[in-house]
């Protein structure tokens, strides 16, 4: 997963960062996840131990600790080996103790498809 950070005045953030993702054979429950995240920053974050399928969905919370609490986010591309990446734009403020739900969008434009992930659905 790479968490992108905005590059606007003050986006960068001191304050805990959890994540839920959600698939078409399970989820990520919520976990909390660590990188830099400062102004104009991609943090790398990997995740083990979770066979969920294709990405259907993520939400994302902050709290708000530490120096500088506020964030920016830009977006959060989550790669599965063997799968489209699957992409959730946001570029906006993350409040404080809400949870964001982030709509999915696929790379190159592509649509989400009828099941409801980036990818070709396969035919029944």
Same mark, same amino acid.
């Given at each position: 997963?790479?968490?992108?950070?905005?590059?606007?005045?003050?986006a960068?953030?001191?304050?805990?960062?959890? $994540?839920?993702?959600? %698939?078409?054979? @399970?989820?990520?429950?919520?976990?909390?996840?660590?990188?830099?995240?400062?102004? %104009?920053?991609?943090?790398?974050?990997?995740?083990?131990?979770?066979?969920? @399928?294709?990405?259907? %969905?993520?939400?994302?919370?902050?709290?708000?600790? %530490?120096?500088?609490?506020? &964030?920016?986010?830009?977006?959060?591309? $989550?790669?599965?080996?063997?799968?489209?990446n699957s992409?959730?734009?946001y570029?906006? &403020?993350?409040?404080?103790?809400?949870?964001?739900?982030?709509?999915?969008?696929c790379? @190159?434009?592509?649509?989400v498809?009828?099941?409801? &992930?980036? @990818?070709?659905?396969?035919?029944?």
């Amino acid at each position: 997963m790479i968490v992108e950070t905005s590059d606007s005045a003050f986006a960068g953030t001191d304050a805990e960062i959890r $994540i839920k993702v959600f %698939g078409t054979k @399970g989820n990520v429950p919520e976990r909390k996840i660590s990188g830099s995240f400062k102004i %104009g920053s991609e943090d790398t974050i990997i995740i083990r131990g979770y066979d969920i @399928g294709h990405v259907t %969905g993520m939400a994302i919370i902050r709290n708000n600790a %530490g120096f500088g609490p506020q &964030w920016r986010l830009e977006k959060i591309t $989550i790669k599965i080996a063997g799968q489209e990446n699957s992409i959730f734009k946001y570029d906006d &403020w993350v409040s404080a103790d809400r949870w964001h739900t982030l709509t999915l969008s696929c790379p @190159g434009g592509s649509p989400v498809n009828s099941q409801g &992930w980036c @990818g070709e659905a396969p035919f029944h």
